[in-house]
């Protein structure tokens, strides 16, 4: 179908657009869209391949409902992502559609988003709204739900159909257009949703899978293995792409194994590269340590690793440098098969294994469809090619049956775990959505989980429900105000009720102590024990007293708290200036765990600070400057210089030790900041 047909559907405007983008056909998959209702207010779930033409079917559905008048709501899985949507929709801005995007804290509720026609979010960002009352989300007419397969995740899949269900509550005639990898219950979903299913296995570029082993590759057609050639070593692989002009993605097991693999094949990456200073310059603009060094070097000569111990600035500048071709092979752990679209002629998947919480384990199916799902970059490579690396021809033999002929996993809902049905059933009483018994079990009726059992969550709920009345959160399925204030906080119930026990206790607490307090709940991600840890308990030792909880060493809890302690001692570390190189060599961490633990602390520390006020507790003041010491990782002193822009922790630290202690102090000794900071910065600074 050629683009000029829509026109009777958006306008020649749109049209235009398309074509200034490339497009100047739709995709067979987008054109059955178009035929079973793209243009009408019908329900849709999309389930094909990666880069097959997703996204621009909900561009297009989103533009016909802002003609109409209408209001959208795109949500993503991760925050990176939503970035990624919002500048690509901002290209319709050109015709005056308004673009939003909101991933920022929570407790806030983004009136000014009532002015978009779009608005791309997370779907946790789209619940806390929901909990914070943000009247737009009333007024919605179309939800575009991307990746929706996440449903089956067992961290955040809950969320995302509960998402689902209360938006249909609250704006009964909204339309839902659901986008998903290729799922062999993709039907499930759709009939859930009342939804026309678009299923197609059809691709831009052609994907052929192999499965290799010492000397051997074996393609995989029409169900068989045949071999193809001898290949000789997997780096044999990689060149000769290099050499035809492709990129190659590496999927390893570990962060520590695709950073050696990264090094060691920049060896034959560094004869493929131009001039990839600049990016190597930016890799170390935030962080010089170890880790940042060994990339930047890495980068230089045309190769990098991704896990998520980047830090932002770093995955954001490898990301762009793949996607123009200056990053010739990137080597990445499988969190970046469900995460960032980054296309290449071949992936490798050097090991099919995943490490997690300590154990390797074979990854899913469904995870190799998304890596293999990568080859091919559509426009520049005639086909891709996906090959897993294995030991021996047995081995490959086995692989190949489990992972090229065998079938994605079906998605399951993970709503029925305890803390997900208490996190939620707090937020529909507190929201109004629920306010009797029989209003939560019809709810619940609505979602996915319920579509998918034969058994109600009865009794789980009616546990829930005098678990919370005993917390002060609700009374008779009305929220009280403290349940409301959790709620709106968007932590865990438990959470909240761990600090409300902690501050009914203690009218004093440590640094050290409140830092553990927050650690101790189930919102805080805990560092783990490393065989070299040995001094955290000597630590402990001398510390001991600050603390308001410690468990007998005999105790089966001992092991955790330790995690709790050994991740409370880096926070501490974090808020008195010690280095951020220091901190990640002590705990044996990269630079990108230890913002991601400070960002969740900082909102734990807001959420325990909220929570003290409303209590009128004389710790409410300590809580909030322990919130902004974390936020800029200071001590108390320096607070009133890190509030001015372009001024981070060692700048201010520099301009305190000179007796620069404020705003002030820094317009009147201009001079002596300026050269302890430069001029340019002093001046971005007062302007
Ligand atoms: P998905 O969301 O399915 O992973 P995308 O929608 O991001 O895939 O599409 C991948 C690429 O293909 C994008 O660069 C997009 O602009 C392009 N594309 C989509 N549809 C067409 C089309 N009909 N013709 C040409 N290019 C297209």
Redesign the pocket.
Known sequence: MN?DALSDHLSKYVVDILKK???????PP?EEAVRKGLFSNKNLVVA??????????AELAMIYEVIRGGKCLYTVPLRALAGEKFEEFSKWEEIGVKIGISTGDYESRDEWLGECDIVVTTSEKADSLLRNEASWLRNLSLLVVDEIHLIDSAKRGATLEVLIAKLKKLNPNLRIIA?SATIPNADEIAEWLNAELIKSEWR?TPLYEYVFYPGRLLKFENGFLREVKAESSIERLIVRTLEEGGQVLVFESTRRNAESYAVKISGYTKEFVEDNSDVAEKVLEENEGEMSRKLSECVKLGSAFHHAGLLNSQRVAIEKAFREGRIKVLVATPTLAAGV?LPARRVILKSYRRYDSGAYAPIMVSEYKQMAGRAGR??LDEYGEAIIVTKTRDEALKVAERYLAGEPEKVISKLGSETHLRFHTLSLISEGIASSFEDLLDFYSTTFFAYQNEFTLEWEIRRIVLQLEKWGMIVEYAPTSFGKLVSKLYIDPLSGFIFKEELSKFDELSDLAMLHLICRTPDMELLSIRKADGWIENELENLREELTYYPSIYSAEYDFFLREFKTALCLYDWINERDEDIICEKYGIAPGDLRRIVETAEWLMHSLRRIAEHLSHNLASKALKLEMRLKYGVKEELLDLVKLKNVGRKRARKLYNAGIRNLEDLIQNRKIAEKLIGSRIVEKILS
């Open positions: 683009v983008r490339g497009i100047e056909r739709l995709y987008q094909i391949p990666t880069a097959s033409g997703k996204t621009l079917i986008l831009p679209n559509p426009g």
